[in-house]
């Protein structure tokens, strides 16, 4: 499956973006679906996952309650929804996508095999 992320840009502190991961090759409906970032310096963290076949969807406590993810299943598209942005919310950002993917592991950046190639996102204050 080959993923492609955008949606990535500028925004205000307070704003919102919306990311897509649009998929081809494979659907995404069987597969966990996970948003990582990272910010200079640091290492890549998990953001919000969803599993697969209508299962329930998983979020960093930084971003709960502030970012929503969801699929469209006719599209092959994951979407990361970010309201209320924080300049802290800055980094690239990155899809990937597992089909074996057990729950435990849902914010493992090394368990998903396949990834998009990032899209950045900068918050200004």
């Known amino acids: 499956v080959q993923l492609q992320a955008s949606g990535g840009g500028l925004q205000q502190a307070g704003g919102s973006l919306r990311l897509s991961c649009a998929a081809s090759g494979r659907t995404l409906t069987s597969y966990t679906v996970g948003w990582f970032r990272q910010a200079p310096g640091r290492e890549r963290e998990f953001v919000a996952a969803?599993?697969?076949?209508?299962?329930?969807?998983y979020y960093a406590d930084a971003v709960k309650g502030r970012f929503t993810i969801s699929r469209d299943n006719a599209k092959n598209t994951v979407y990361l929804q970010m309201n209320s942005l924080k300049p802290e919310d800055t980094a690239v950002y990155y899809c990937?996508?597992?089909?074996?993917?057990?729950?435990?592991?849902?914010?493992?950046?090394?368990?998903?095999?396949?990834w998009g190639q990032g899209t950045q996102v900068t918050v200004s204050s």
């Open positions: 969803t599993r697969g076949r209508g299962g329930s969807q």
């Open positions: 990937a996508a597992d089909n074996t993917m057990i729950l435990s592991d849902v914010r493992n950046y090394q368990r998903y095999d396949y």
